[in-house]
């Protein structure tokens, strides 16, 4: 008598399982197309030589840099000589312009710690309001020239190129304190006491671009990396610009990176992804999260890509000025759409 096959996988099972992988592989495809594919080309090949004006800013942005990292150096609660120092020049220099900035002072670990706020009221809807901002805190004993001297340096590089042309919508300029441990994510970071003062005052924030170590860049493979898992979607080489978001701002994410890529000659990529990857939410967009307003981060991956990053090599001369200035030129066309009163 012939015992009988076991029959591991029946028809309605084989069945059952191509579905599931079926539902899975089109649940990915379209996380891929929400979250990671990205509208508007990335720029490949080699860069244009920088306009006139691009060497320029060139030389302005280091000089900003080498003031904060180098003139300045450690900045942060802990040297809270230097920490007021540098908020002094920053408020010097958006003033030099012809703002009346605004000094939103508070303690933090018991030093005065301001909120710098440069404000470029709008000529029709004023009440619609663009920030965007970097930290001027260092890590503890460090010079900060990527970690973010460089945002620093292109916020006030912004404030600057604005400052005469008001757009129809409010452009912020705004410098924060205490994004640094111990305060990162903390009731004392300051751009979360901030996101939280203009929630309160139910101000209508739009867009919040965070600019996070923008200034380091390298075109040898193997020179970027990644949190786990997504390493394969991107390049290899450390030569791009980064814009970063939760799920809740990929439309915001999507619109600033293709304004982006239409008008800068600079390798770019982007991703919305949830919250809680690592790196998404490291930098002072996480507060406007916690407020409920739409905010991206535009970063060169800091420790993805940076050795210097919070260590005492983190000095100026690490830094490409001439890629900077090309994000910022790109980011002075972001601005300049978003701050337009096209419908949103």
């Known amino acids: 008598m012939k015992t009988p096959r076991l029959r591991l996988w029946d028809r309605r099972t084989l069945t059952r399982l ?9 649940g990915l495809l379209l996380a891929w197309n929400a979250l990671l594919r990205m509208p508007g080309s990335s720029h490949r090949g080699p860069l244009p030589p920088l306009t006139p004006e691009q060497s320029s800013l060139a030389i302005e942005l ?29 408020k010097t220099q958006l003033a030099s312009y012809g703002y009346d900035v605004r000094d939103h002072s508070f303690a ?4 005065p710690a301001p909120n710098l706020e440069a404000t470029l009221t709008g000529t029709s809807h004023a009440s619609e309001i663009i920030v965007i901002s970097a930290h001027y805190d260092s ?3 460090t010079p900060g020239a990527d970690d973010n001297a460089s945002g620093c340096a292109a916020v006030l590089a912004l404030a600057k190129r604005f400052a005469t042309t008001p757009q129809p919508r ?14 990162f994510q903390t009731p004392e970071m300051g751009s979360l006491i901030y ?40 390049p290899s080489e450390g030569n791009f610009i980064a814009f970063v978001s939760d799920v809740s701002s990929r439309a915001l994410l999507r619109q600033t990176l293709k304004i982006f890529r239409d008008h800068a000659a600079l390798p770019s990529e982007g991703a919305a992804l949830p919250s809680g990857v690592p790196g ?18 535009v970063t060169d991956t800091a420790p993805f890509r940076n050795p210097n990053y919070h260590q005492p090599t983190d000095t100026p001369d690490t830094l490409d000025y001439d890629r900077m200035a090309r994000v910022v030129d790109g980011l002075s066309s972001v601005l300049t759409s978003l701050a337009s009163a096209k419908p949103r």
């Open 18 to 26: 191509a579905a599931l992988f079926a539902a899975i592989a089109i």
């Open 62 to 90: 280091r000089a900003h840099v080498e003031h904060l990292a180098s003139s300045i150096g450690r900045r942060s609660t802990f040297h809270p000589k230097q920490l007021a120092e540098s908020a002094l020049y920053l």
């Open 108 to 111: 933090g670990r018991g030093s």
């Open 139 to 141: 890590y503890q004993g």
């Open 170 to 183: 409010t452009i912020r300029f705004v410098l924060f304190p205490n994004e640094e441990p111990p305060l």
């Open 195 to 234: 996101a939280k003062a203009c929630r309160a005052a139910n101000e209508n924030i739009i867009a919040m671009l965070s600019l996070e170590t923008i200034g380091y860049y390298r075109d040898e493979p193997g020179t970027q990396k990644y949190p786990p898992l997504i390493g394969s979607l991107f």
């Open 280 to 297: 998404v939410g490291w930098s002072d967009h996480w507060a406007f999260w916690q407020a409920g307003y739409p905010a991206i981060m």
